[in-house]
């Protein structure tokens, strides 16, 4: 690869990361605007965090199976 692709790849990369991070951040956002909708006295952001590990969890058992 010439240096001038790389910084392209590099930069399209970074890129692509930023915009990932942006959308996560945003589909948090939603999920905790949701849950903080349906239990108002409740901790939202907790919940996620919750479904967050539980969803981990499950894919990992997905994955050993």
Known sequence: MQPQS?????A???ANLRRTIEL???GLA?????????RPTGDAMAQV??????????AW????S
């Open 6 to 10: 790389v910084h392209s790849d590099d």
């Open 12 to 14: 399209r990369i970074v």
């Open 24 to 26: 996560t951040e945003l």
């Open 30 to 38: 939603l999920r905790q605007s949701v849950l903080q909708q349906e």
């Open 49 to 58: 965090m919750h479904e967050i590990r539980r969803a981990k969890e499950q």
């Open 61 to 64: 058992q997905r994955n050993l």
